[in-house]
């Protein structure tokens, strides 16, 4: 079968875990998984809201692995065999990522021959994942069939099942097995596309090895990928794979994958797919706490609140390989609150100092523990959990009686900055009440002077469920030191609870309290924020004027968020003049960045863009990085709604560097970048686009502002083509930014994606259910901002469809709507275009004037498509040109191919000049980089000089020069370099 159907297959998998439905045939369900381990729990999910299914979900997060796996196809049907390692920490996903790129394979016609090592493997079981790979294709082909392939086929017989006959002959040893296999899996790659999948690479012998190495050397021509996953945590610095690996990859078609864990974006997607109906943030920050990120524990803990002793059992696993001595070293590190140095364990543990140091050395060479500078962490988090939750009560209470009077004794053992929240933690884990309650509020006390607010909350908490007097003191300081920390779930349920047990001693504190649940709703996606926030502002009756400004402060936020922006002018001048009654500065500044923003919304935009321009330079010059931070990010949100694109980014990326100096990059710093990223996208920049958002999501942001990236980082993907990335990177937003009580700012861009991507892969029924979501929310007055770039889309999804109602309904969303900036007005002349009722013309020439040059294109294609219905079909060539020489330039692949269709349709060709001729290289099929390659070669360069010159490695320039030498039939590269020059491929 050809090449590209298959890379068609590894690339555009419909999200099933499987191959798109034009592909016919199914693989059999024989796994890679040996018997017996569990293939998964959870079956495939349908994701509410979503577009059908998402696929496996454990791809979630794999797609740069898939990629590389692509690659490795494509380098096969070339005929270049490939090698492919893919490791990683149990758990990871090794084992399902090999097994869903060899379902794709086979589904596509490729051979898929498969084996896996067995945990007695290394321990003298000789060749079993190769016997396991020669049995499986005799059952695939029969025997006589692998008989004709083997051209020594007497030599395969030891690998074969036993059938009662002759003794096979064993003559020539290893060499001859060797050969008799390789050639037989050369002349399988011959036949067509083979893949050889190892499992368990790390529980394989010495021969295994051998042989593989053997077969990765000497294949030639040959359609085969060997991909190999294997463990890397169960491989110490003496393991035979660590050598065989080094050696591989520095052969040419070798390809090496680590797979990391997940972050917390993607945590959260695997969450949502897998157990939607558990899913909160709350729910995603534990879970990725416990798990870190491992796939495995992720997708057990998902459902789960208790580690499943399956999961258990292979974390503790290596644990109880351990002697007796190091074992407990192991069981007193896992109790420690942080990682442990070498002075505090040696003084819990008691051993003398070689007893310590060997025992610390089998723990880390074992993989368990990592050495971090003087101190020892675990190597992942869910093993410290899987340890400590092994332990029997009493010895937990034991170990950490012991820790606490080491630290009583010397508080040396530790940093000074760790003493406090140390002692606290240990005390309280040996149940020692009475000493663990002042440990506690000393060590939120020092954690408060270090700024470290979340760690202050999660102390006084633990403290609330010991202390039996001061309360209500107690509660507020937690509740304000978790408001701070940005810890919106804790901040809710200490607030509940404040409120429940009378924790406000005045009327003012009651309303802060309900201003503050009211925010936290808000950056929760829940309903009620602004009822909440009305609630707070009836409590101010009689309340002192200072004590006022800052609920009117937080009240006027959360009016602003939900685009209620004459709400939100009328607190901010009332905060505004408290503030400054009261001589507070800083809240002074936040209340007018309020009523700045909120004036631009009404349509004040000139003394509302002067407010803020203002604010912004006094908290600069007073060194207010917060408001200063806050103040860019309302400026560059009105000027994107202004069309002041570039503007708009230079405010941006500067109040990026207030958010990174003020602490403030997973909030603020997170909702900046979605306001660089939608004026990015509108300038065409998608490069920066993908790369500001990745940048930003590996601070782990809260999840309405992770859902927003990765929706407008989807959108910079579909810009370019790149269907299956956008589409993936939808799946994981959809958990993020909520369900039916999200912000708008949330919610709609998010569905505006997802509607386009449903529409991109022919899907209108979906696309028509997903913008239906968004109507609702997009017909308020003052939500304009995020309503008009979906309701083209909306339209384009009625007219698709046929659906009448709908496009009514779209006619009178966008009637409700304010137009009063290019942007919005060009939206609603593309909105009337999609909807038959205005010339695309007119919207062609609103995006022009907005310089949005991807939606010009667009809408310059869709006037030629306009005028091609029409008599006078002069202009049509002109305008195709146009619009695809727009798209080319952006790099915008799926609008050209839209192009490159209409204009075959209308015999116009789009280029003015007459294709050019090719060049020597070009006729023997070198591309570009090959003849630059060619090029160094002829001169006398080396491999490790090409690379240099190039700036590729040394691997991949030995890759290119393999292809060379293949495309020109040479067999050495003064053979290549001569015909180079006979050829005069590089004269002037």
């Not at 290596?318 to 420690?336: P, T």
């Not at 009620?528 to 400004?549: D, K, N, T």
Request: with cysteine; proline share 5%; hydrophobic share 45%.
């Amino acid at each position: 079968m050809g090449g590209a159907p298959i890379r068609w297959a590894i690339r555009c998998s419909n999200g099933r875990g499987g191959v798109p439905e034009r592909e016919s045939g199914r693989c059999p369900n024989r796994g890679l998984i040996p018997r017996g381990r569990s293939r998964r729990r959870h079956p495939e999910r349908t994701v509410p809201g979503g577009s059908g299914m998402i696929g496996s979900v454990e791809l979630i997060g794999r797609r740069p692995q898939l990629a590389v796996l692509g690659e490795a196809v494509q380098g096969a049907q070339a005929g270049y065999p490939q090698f492919v390692a893919v490791g990683g920490a149990a758990g990871i996903g090794k084992t399902f990522l090999l097994e869903h790129f060899a379902e794709n394979l086979a589904a596509a016609g490729a051979r898929v021959v498969r084996g896996a090592g067995i945990e007695l493997g290394s321990q003298g079981l000789a060749l079993v994942p190769v016997r396991a790979m020669v049995r499986d294709l005799v059952r695939q082909v029969g025997r006589e069939r692998v008989a004709e392939l083997a051209p020594d086929a007497a030599a395969l017989a030891p690998l074969l099942p036993r059938t009662g006959g002759p003794q096979p002959d064993d003559r020539g040893g290893p060499a001859r097995l060797f050969d008799a296999l390789t050639a037989l899996v050369e002349r399988l790659g011959q036949e067509r596309t083979v893949l050889l999948a190892v499992d368990d690479l790390h529980w394989a012998d010495r021969s295994t090895l051998d042989l593989l190495r053997y077969l990765v050397r000497t294949l030639r021509d040959s359609r085969v990928v060997t991909a190999a996953a294997y463990r890397s945590d169960d491989i110490g610095p003496d393991h035979p794979l660590v050598g065989f690996l080094a050696e591989l990859g520095r052969l040419p078609g070798a390809h090496r994958i680590d797979l990391p864990p997940l972050g917390r974006a993607e945590t959260a997607g695997l969450i949502g797919a897998l157990a939607p109906e558990r899913f909160s943030e709350r729910r995603v920050d534990e879970v990725f706490r416990r798990t870190g990120g491992n796939t495995l524990a992720v997708r057990e803990l998902a459902a789960e609140d208790v580690l499943p002793p399956s999961l258990a059992d292979l974390v503790l696993r290596r644990v109880r390989r351990l002697d007796d001595r190091v074992r407990e070293l192991v069981r007193l590190a896992a109790l420690s609150a942080a990682p442990v140095s070498h002075d505090l364990i040696a003084a819990v543990a008691g051993l003398d100092e070689a007893e310590l140091i060997a025992g610390l050395r089998t723990a880390v060479d074992a993989r368990l523990l990592v050495p971090s500078g003087d101190s020892y962490a675990f190597a992942h988090a869910l093993l410290r959990e899987a340890v400590r939750d092994d332990l029997l009560p009493a010895q937990a209470r034991r170990y950490h009686r012991r820790y606490a009077r080491a630290l009583q004794s010397d508080p040396s053992l530790v940093a000074p900055e760790r003493r406090a929240s140390e002692a606290a933690h240990h005390w309280y884990g040996a149940g020692d009440l009475e000493q663990a309650l002042p440990a506690l509020l000393e060590a939120a006390d020092a954690a408060e002077r270090l700024n470290a607010r979340a760690e202050q909350a999660r102390l006084l908490e633990r403290a609330l469920r010991i202390a039996e007097h001061d309360r209500p003191a107690l509660l507020r300081r937690a509740v304000e030191a978790a408001a701070w920390a940005g810890e919106d779930v804790l901040a809710l349920d200490l607030i509940e609870r404040a409120l429940a047990e009378g924790a406000p001693g005045t009327p003012g504190e009651e309303a802060m309290l309900l201003a503050l649940r009211a925010l936290t709703l808000l950056n929760l996606r829940r309903g009620g924020a602004a009822a909440a926030a009305e609630e707070a502002l009836g409590r101010l009756e009689g309340v002192p004027a200072a004590e006022q400004a800052p609920v009117l402060d937080l009240a006027g936020a959360v009016f602003m968020a939900d685009c209620r922006w004459e709400r939100a002018r009328d607190i901010g001048e009332q905060a505004l003049r408290l503030a400054a009654d009261n001589g507070d500065a800083a809240l002074a500044a936040n209340a007018r960045i309020t009523l700045g923003t909120a004036l631009t919304r009404i349509g004040d935009r000139a003394v509302g863009l002067s407010v803020l321009h203002s604010v912004r330079e006094e908290c600069a010059e007073r060194g207010d990085t917060i408001g200063s931070a806050r103040a860019r990010v309302n400026l560059a949100i009105v000027e994107v709604s202004l069309g002041r694109y570039e503007a708009a980014v230079g405010t941006a990326e500067a109040g990026l560097e207030s958010c990174r100096a003020a602490g403030l990059e997973r909030t603020l710093g997170a909702l900046l970048t979605a306001v660089l990223a939608t004026a990015l996208n509108a300038m065409g920049r998608y490069a920066r686009v993908e790369e500001a958002a990745a940048l930003a999501l590996r601070k782990d942001p809260a999840s309405g502002f992770a859902g927003v990236l990765l929706a407008l980082s989807g959108e910079a993907a579909l810009r370019r083509g790149d269907l299956p990335t956008a589409r993936e990177r939808c799946s994981l937003a959809r958990p993020l930014v909520g369900g039916e009580a999200a912000p708008p700012v949330y919610a709609l861009p998010y569905l505006r994606v997802e509607a386009e991507v449903a529409l991109a892969e022919n899907r209108p029924e979906d696309a028509r259910r997903i913008v239906v979501q968004g109507l609702d929310r997009a017909a308020r007055a003052g939500n304009e901002a995020d309503a008009w770039p979906l309701l083209p889309v909306a339209a384009r999804a009625a007219v698709r469809e046929g659906d009448a109602s709908l496009r009514e309904r779209v006619r009178a969303t966008a009637g409700g709507l304010r137009r009063d900036t290019p942007p919005w007005a060009a939206f609603a002349a593309e909105c009337a275009a999609e909807l038959g009722d205005a010339r695309w013309s007119a919207a062609a020439a609103a995006w022009k004037a907005v310089a949005d040059p991807y939606r010009e294109a667009y809408a310059t294609m869709r006037t030629a498509q306009e005028e091609g219905r029409g008599k006078d079909r002069g202009g049509v060539p002109a305008l195709l040109r146009s619009a695809a020489a727009t798209a080319r330039d952006l790099g915008a692949a799926a609008l050209l191919q839209e192009i490159e269709v209409l204009a075959r349709g209308a015999h116009v060709v789009l280029e003015h000049e007459a294709p050019a001729a090719k060049t020597p290289a070009e006729r023997l099929g070198l591309t570009a980089r090959e003849a630059e390659v060619l090029r160094l070669v002829a001169e006398g360069s080396s491999n490790r000089r090409i690379a240099a010159e190039l700036f590729i490695s040394v691997k991949t320039a030995s890759v290119h020069v393999s292809r060379i030498l293949g495309k020109l039939g040479a067999a050495t590269r003064g053979e290549a370099a001569a015909t180079a020059h006979r050829l005069g491929l590089f004269e002037p």
